[in-house]
Nanobody, 121 residues
Framework: QVQLVESGGGLVQAGGSLRLSCAASGSIFSIYNMGWYRQAPGKARELVAD???????NYADSVKGRLTISRDNAKNTVYLQMNSLKREDTAVYYC???????????????WGQGTQVTVSS
């Protein structure tokens, strides 16, 4: 199995910055795509950004130019640097990793427990 531990959420004023981290551990054979999703109250979960094992990135239009995803393959960790935060960025942020554990022959998606990001005006 693969476990994900997120950190870095919190309360920040509009215009401020936060950095989220998500570390994968356990019986990891290989990690493929890593990404961040978010879910605001009363809304569906949505993709924020993702990154391939080769470093190609994809962003939601609403966060382009403000949020940056990166990964450290040696540490099995994905990061989300969030700058110029807006109130509408307030949500629970979830890490999602496509990985294959050593116990199975195919990969699957694993989700973190979520971390709250609250942006105040």
């Amino acid at each position: 199995q693969v476990q994900l531990v997120e950190s870095g959420g919190g309360l920040v004023q509009a215009g401020g910055s936060l950095r989220l981290s998500c570390a994968a551990s356990g019986s990891i054979f290989s990690i493929y795509n890593m990404g961040w999703y978010r879910q605001a109250p009363g809304k569906a979960r949505e993709l924020v950004a993702d990154i391939t094992s080769g470093g190609s990135t994809n962003y939601a239009d609403s966060v382009k130019g403000r949020l940056t995803i990166s990964r450290d393959n040696a540490k099995n960790t994905v990061y989300l640097q969030m700058n110029s935060l807006k109130r509408e960025d307030t949500a629970v942020y979830y890490c999602r990793v496509l990985a294959r554990s050593t116990e199975v022959v195919s990969g699957r998606a694993y989700w973190g427990q979520g971390t709250q990001v609250t942006v105040s005006s």
